[in-house]
């Protein structure tokens, strides 16, 4: 495969990752936390889509990484 198939693919499952968290957090009240995202992935390819997240959402992300996708 492709390094950038490769990178292609990592980026829109980490962007699937975020959007069914979000999905699963939704209510009509405002939350005062950070919301909290578990990755098994690597820090270098989720950080740059959650600095996204929230640059355009003004929600802070808490990421709590592990060491495997499990």
């Known amino acids: ?29 405002e939350s005062n936390g950070p919301l909290t995202v578990y990755s098994g992935r690597n820090e270098s390819l989720l950080q740059p889509l959650v600095d996204q997240f929230e640059e355009a959402t003004g929600h802070q992300v808490e990421v709590r990484y592990g060491s495997s996708a499990e």
Do not use: I
């Not at 693919?9 to 209510?27: E, I, N, P, Y």
């Open 1 to 29: 495969m492709k390094t950038t198939q490769l990178w292609r693919r990592v980026a829109f499952t980490s962007v699937g990752l975020v959007a069914l968290t979000l999905a699963a957090c939704g209510d009509d009240q």
